[in-house]
């Protein structure tokens, strides 16, 4: 029973951090060039290069959480990602006033997520996953009382159950 819940835990986990980064790298891939002059204005070399890679991870990553393929590749990347896009988007050390306590807020947002993933990498997606699929770690069915208490017959070396004796 704790193990189910533990899984639909993490499920919910890997849902809702996807859920942080997915609706906006469909956003940045159906404008590159828009997040390229964003990146352009922070003044970093490749601006191109660098949104087209940023989208691949913004929309591929939480594809690959969502499903639990790779945990420790994808908590490590989109970690990464969430820290970079946090210094290099949310300079609130910059600003003064209100615009510094906004920019503030979001680089400690972008920070935040980027200990979820980091724990991510660390507990692994759990059973109801594409890993715990191919692992085999789904719980298997229970048995009923009767046929826990049901002594199972001896098998002999064919794997067949002996015949029994005429008697």
């Known amino acids: ?3 189910r819940a533990q899984d639909g835990l993490l ?3 890997r849902l809702l ?3 942080a980064l997915l609706p906006t790298g469909i956003a940045r891939a159906l404008n590159v060039s828009g997040f390229a002059l964003t990146l352009a204005g922070t003044g970093l070399p490749a601006p191109n290069a660098l ?3 940023a989208v691949i991870v913004q929309v591929f990553g939480p594809v690959a959480l969502i499903l639990g393929v ?3 590749l994808t908590g490590l990347a989109l970690a990464g990602f969430a820290a970079a896009m946090a210094f290099l988007l ?3 050390w910059q600003f003064i006033g209100a615009a510094a306590v906004a920019e503030r807020t979001l680089f400690l947002a972008d920070l935040g997520l980027a200990g979820g993933f980091l724990m991510y990498a660390l507990t692994g997606p759990g059973a109801w996953s594409w890993q ?3 692992s085999g770690a789904a719980p298997a069915p229970a048995k009923s009382a009767a046929a826990k208490a049901a002594p199972r017959a001896k098998r ?3 794997g067949r159950a002996p015949a029994r004796a005429a008697a």
Do not use: N, V
Request: hydrophobic share 50%; no cysteine; proline share 12%.
């Open 17 to 19: 951090l996807a859920a």
């Open 132 to 134: 715990g699929w191919r």
């Open 1 to 3: 029973m704790i193990a």
């Open 156 to 158: 002999g070396p064919s």
């Open 70 to 72: 790779l945990p420790r």
């Open 90 to 92: 949310h300079p609130f």
């Open 11 to 13: 499920l919910t986990s």
């Open 51 to 53: 949104a087209t890679a």
